[in-house]
């Protein structure tokens, strides 16, 4: 007697599309993070140059990030330097939570590619910046303290959004 191919036994299917799309995502949003970890420092370092630049021509005091410190309550942990910890406050924040929120609304910014969805990005964390960093500036010095401090931050997002360009090969859409 002749066997039928279809009696033959199958081996057992298991679906585990949705524990690969889980471990998929999870990996996702952890290279998400640490690709802006890396962008927020490498923002972070194009962004203290320019204020570098500021404070040689008198329009940013670096004292701003021991005040810094302070407000936050940090600077009694260190009080020999409390400029480096205000700088490592502003370092963390530059590193974790402004590429974070880079990372969500990137794709909501104006611009084809994140280097130039960062310039606008910049922008808007200089509205925040300017006011909390200011001190009793006046006449020329502030100008150039806005415009210094406009194109340090304009060298932050554009930065962070280099290294998402670079690193990264995100979709078009969330949604």
Known sequence: MARKETDAEEPEVVDVSTDIEEFDSMIGIVLDGVIGAVGGLVGTAAMTVGLLVAQSIGAFDMGSFAQFAELVGIASLFPANPVAVGY??????GMVIWPLLFAAAG????????????????????TGFAPAFHVDYGGLVL???????????????FTLGAVFDYFTNRPDTLV
Not at 88 to 93: Q, T, V, Y
Not at 115 to 121: D, I, N, S, T, V
Not at 144 to 157: D, E, K, N, P, Q
């Open 88 to 93: 490592l406050i502003f370092l963390a924040g």
């Open 107 to 126: 794709l909501y910014l104006p611009g084809d590619t994140y280097a130039k969805r960062g310039l606008p990005y910049g922008f808007v964390l200089w």
């Open 143 to 157: 100008v150039a303290y806005l415009v210094l401090t406009l194109i340090a931050h304009f060298s932050y997002g």
